[in-house]
């Protein structure tokens, strides 16, 4: 499998959900709680999909460039 990248971004999780990008950006903090990061640090696809229920290729599939 060729990923594109490795972290995850409001505007995928924008384009994942149908939600706004708002909430892309609140869903990425609760994350970020979750796995006891910091906030400068990124979230893995494979963190949202864990989080998420959401599988991993599910999620590859909407991820743009």
């Known amino acids: 499998m060729n990923q594109?990248?490795?972290c995850i971004y409001p505007k995928d999780i924008q384009r994942i959900t149908g939600r706004s990008e708002r909430y892309g950006r609140k869903l990425l903090k609760d994350i970020r709680n979750f796995f006891g990061k910091?906030?400068?640090q990124f979230i893995t696809i494979k963190e949202f999909a864990e989080y998420s229920?959401?599988?991993e290729e599910v999620v590859n599939k909407?991820?743009?460039?």
């Open 38 to 40: 910091e906030s400068y």
């Open 4 to 6: 594109k990248r490795a």
């Open 53 to 55: 229920g959401i599988e």
């Open 62 to 65: 909407y991820l743009i460039d």
